[in-house]
């Protein structure tokens, strides 16, 4: 805990140091400079303002565009990428103060990056692909734990993931639980998919998509009938449909 503090006490430091810095740079040029430089300066204020403007609106106008046609080629798909990391993200901070909008923001987020991993048209061989499941799916009244090993599962049918588990060894696609996104992240580092199938609540989806940049993920949302985080339930219906799809 020690260490800990001195951590943030330097980081503090340097943050403040700059700051400090830059108001001496600033007052310095605010004392000496001409009117002239003065117009420079807001100049390339609008014109930067400008340049922002017309990205954002070009990537809101790709983002719509492969949301309604539900594929994208070259540029629009690029543009749409590009929208996801910077348009939709600002959408999510504007709505923080609101959940309903939140939540929506994000599934919309899931849907899209969905259509953007099916635009790519590449197929994968099963045995690259990775189903990874929460924890929650798993009954509460359960002894068993299956997150460290899956196939202790009893199949009783008392939850999806006796279900999962035959279906992934019919389909010879690997199969996981995490109990959270650090596991989850770490499942991904150490077995190296090429395509993972996720299932998760439209939070840990939207943050795992992001995180995970370099592999594709198709976000599949479980439904909640108890609430979150507790016995939920995923439409296998809808997992069978993206891996039919997809290799």
Known sequence: MENNIKVFVRTSTIIFTVFISLLAVFSVAYAHATLKAYNIILMSIIAAMGLSLLLLLLVSLAIVSTYRNKKARLVMLMLTK???QIMLP??????????????????????LNNIVVESDNKKYRPQDVMLLL????????CGLKVTNNPQVCRRCGKCKIGQLLDYASEKNIGIF???GGTVARKIIRQNNPKLIISVACERDLMS????????PVIGITNKQPNGPCFNTDVDFAAIKERVEQLT
């Open 82 to 84: 590009a929208g996801m």
């Open 90 to 111: 600002l959408a999510l901070l504007f709505a923080r103060a609101n959940q309903t909008l939140k939540k929506s923001i994000r599934l919309f987020y899931i849907e």
């Open 134 to 141: 929460p924890h929650c799916l798993q009954n509460s009244e």
């Open 177 to 179: 639980i995490a109990t």
């Open 208 to 215: 795992g998509i992001s995180d995970v940049k370099v592999i």
